[in-house]
């Protein structure tokens, strides 16, 4: 069973069942609490329910852009780790022939 956690997201407590540590939560519900407040700003007096989902595709726009620029860098590193193995067996075969 989890840890009993206990957090705050504008304004609203909440208690959450988990594996995290307290502080862990506590960066997360800060970071929710955070996007739910820019959006706020540019939608005053939006009810609670939609500056909640507003914040969640935007953060899962953030999570989605992370992800692709991962996968970019894995492809590109991919990519330089196969030319840099050709190059070294092209020298290995060279030395061999010597």
């Known amino acids: 069973m989890g840890k009993k956690l206990h957090i705050e997201i504008f304004g609203r ?4 069942i988990g594996q995290s540590d307290q502080d862990y939560a ?3 519900a800060a970071y929710v ?3 739910m407040r820019e959006i706020s700003e540019h939608s005053p007096g ?3 329910s939609k500056l909640a989902i507003l914040s969640a595709i935007n953060i899962a726009h953030e999570l989605f852009q992370l992800k692709n620029k ?3 860098m894995n492809t590109n590193l ?3 780790t196969r030319t840099l193995i050709e ?3 092209e020298e ?3 030395l061999h022939l010597k």
């Open 13 to 16: 407590q909440y208690d959450l």
């Open 26 to 28: 506590n960066q997360l």
């Open 33 to 35: 609490d955070e996007k």
């Open 46 to 48: 939006s009810p609670y």
């Open 70 to 72: 991962q996968e970019e």
């Open 78 to 80: 991919n990519g330089i």
């Open 87 to 89: 190059n070294i067996e």
């Open 92 to 94: 290995v075969r060279a």
